[in-house]
């Protein structure tokens, strides 16, 4: 496994121990859908042109617009208008488009009906196209009427002469309204909501690349503690020097071709390294005796795992006492101290076994020379399922095969 792989398995792992953190992932990652959804609806509909007609009255309008033009009135008894000496109307229409809405209105056309005969004499405030029987009028920019904002007004007008008064006039207003989120307090409250939870993300996020830069440091200590005391077990007999730290890595290769996850793989390398520090209560004489050892020197010799299950009894380091103690159990119930079988046997344990008992075959002892390669293998094959535990002999073998353990 990579340690980009370890990275992820690790964040992975923290999200889901951490319901704090992985709630505040889902509602921001749901408040970012919803927020982008809602932006790509707003999108759409400020693209569409909505359309509003009245026919027949001087003022209308619906829930979102108004438009009112007034009659050319002065006051209630004057008139805003002229009579020509040739008879024609001259008169001033003043016309007032109300935005009642929570949104701005461009890019808006108004279309009125006029006189056939109508002269548009001038205008304010807007752009006049005639044609006979319709006046076409758009906002313009520099007197600010291309853009009715929201709850606001334009006023815009026109003189016109024509054989009559006009006092009322069908219209058709046209234009967009520009849909403004912010103005909305559900997408507030998303905005706020994805806010708060990415806060949360990025503090936990910062605590735990704290945290984990912390528990390498840790790590390191643990391990260089844990290798200055595999040394010392391993200098009693010159023939398992390193003998600690090499079951101590085979073990963790072990773990890991059997698929167990970065921590138990860090804790079984622990274990590896310190199984047998029972041995330093173990008679010098004992361990590094080059004959066969008698029966009482071999019950000593098997105390080793009683003594290192209560020298490690209250080490914080998850199953170490059971590996220490269970290390020589065997598969079939044979084994020692206390004659477990199969799944009985802690499977921390059952990984050291394999461990230990290749490291012993792949090297020099005092009672005989290093095993070849192919009776190692043999040896492995033949006690799989009797003194060692199938899977994790498959798992070596495997390892073996792929020349990930050397020989």
Request: some cysteine.
């Amino acid at each position: 496994m990579t340690k980009k792989d370890r990275y992820k398995n690790n964040l992975l792992s923290f999200i889901s121990r951490n319901r704090f953190f992985s709630t505040a992932l889902v509602i921001c990652f749901l408040s970012l859908f919803i927020i982008s959804a809602r932006l790509i609806h707003v999108y759409i509909q400020n693209k569409n042109f909505v359309d509003f007609s009245k026919e027949g009255l001087v003022s209308s309008g619906n829930k979102k617009l108004d438009v009112l033009m007034e009659i050319p009135l002065k006051n209630e008894t004057e008139k805003n208008c002229w009579q020509e000496e040739s008879g024609i109307w001259g008169s001033q229409y003043d016309i007032t488009i109300i935005n009642t809405s929570d949104y701005a209105f461009v890019n808006w056309t108004l279309v009125m009906k006029i006189p056939e005969e109508g002269r548009i004499d001038s205008s304010w405030n807007a752009d006049y196209f005639q044609t006979p029987g319709q006046l076409t009028i758009t906002g313009i920019d520099k007197a600010f009427t291309k853009t009715i904002h929201p709850h606001n007004s334009i006023k815009i007008g026109y003189v016109l002469y024509s054989n009559n008064l006009m006092e009322s006039s069908s219209f058709y207003l046209s234009g967009r309204f520009l849909r403004n989120p912010l103005r909305e307090i559900d997408f507030v409250i998303l905005l706020f909501a994805s806010g708060i939870s990415l806060i949360v993300i990025l503090v936990s996020l910062f605590f735990y690349q704290k945290l984990r830069r912390q528990a390498i440091v840790d790590n390191e200590k643990i391990e260089s503690l844990l290798k200055l005391c595999a040394n010392f077990i391993d200098t009693r007999d010159e023939y398992t020097k390193m003998h600690s730290t090499h079951v101590g890595s085979y073990s963790r290769q072990i773990a890991a071709e059997m698929g167990f996850d970065d921590d138990f793989q860090k804790n079984i390398y622990y274990m590896g390294m310190m199984h047998d520090v029972g041995k330093v209560l173990i008679p010098r004489e004992i361990l590094c005796k080059a004959g066969k050892l008698n029966e009482e020197e071999w019950k000593e010799m098997k105390r080793h795992t009683n003594y290192g299950g209560d020298i490690l009894a209250n080490f914080n380091v998850p199953g170490i006492h059971d590996a220490a103690l269970h290390h020589h159990e065997r598969y079939d119930g044979t084994g020692y101290p206390d004659g477990l079988r199969g799944e009985e046997i802690p499977i921390q344990a059952r990984i050291i076994a394999v461990a230990d008992s290749f490291d012993a075959m792949n090297t020099n002892r005092s009672y005989r020379k290093q095993l070849p390669r192919d009776v190692i293998i043999s040896e492995l094959t033949k006690n799989r399922g009797i003194q060692f535990d199938p899977e994790v002999t498959d798992a070596l073998l495997n390892l073996l095969q792929r020349n990930e353990l050397s020989i």
